[in-house]
């Protein structure tokens, strides 16, 4: 039986007190805490869900990124403002029971898709790589360091959306 997963802003039907992917803070954020950021305006989540139950997350928020991180190559087709607008992914999750299906990189397109279609122009997406392993991960989809700071990674919006539709040739821009 093949389980059917889709994406969507967290709401109060969804069953979030199952969820369980093995990091303490990140299952109490997303029990306790995520609804709050939301009314609060900190933060927007988006979960996969599965049968009205939460098995993946991530958090969404606008960020800025100063203009002297980012490498010459990125920069000279820049205006010269000090902060380039970004797109800070703060959190994401994937249940123990569904790990290893794709489902982060799922989050990380679809966060590219909201940001490419977001009214407020969004030069890249921004993650905080918590250690090694999550930078890795991070790098192998197209993310790469800050220059002040290794651990926090960027991907141009535009560089994601070109990856997209070279992967899915056939997807519209919807």
Request: proline content about 7%; charged content about 20%.
């Amino acid at each position: 039986m093949s389980r059917r997963f889709h994406i969507e802003p967290l709401a109060p039907s969804h069953r979030r007190d199952l969820f369980s992917c093995g990091s303490p803070p990140l299952d109490r954020y997303i029990r306790e805490q995520a609804t709050q950021d939301i009314r609060r305006k900190v933060s927007n989540c988006f979960v996969v869900i599965s049968d009205k139950l939460v098995v993946a997350y991530y958090t969404f928020a606008s960020t800025s990124i100063l203009l002297a991180d980012l490498p010459l190559e990125v920069t000279r087709r820049l205006p010269r403002y000090p902060l380039v607008p970004g797109a800070l992914i703060g959190r994401l999750a994937v249940d123990q029971t569904v790990q290893g299906q794709g489902l982060g990189g799922a989050l990380l397109l679809d966060a590219a898709q909201r940001a490419d279609h977001a009214d407020p122009a969004i030069h890249s997406l921004v993650v905080e790589a918590k250690d090694e392993g999550l930078t890795r991960f991070y790098q192998s989809v197209g993310f790469r360091s800050l220059s002040s700071a290794p651990q926090r990674l960027y991907l141009p919006v535009a560089t994601a959306i070109a990856a997209i539709k070279a992967s899915h040739p056939s997807r519209s821009d919807s």
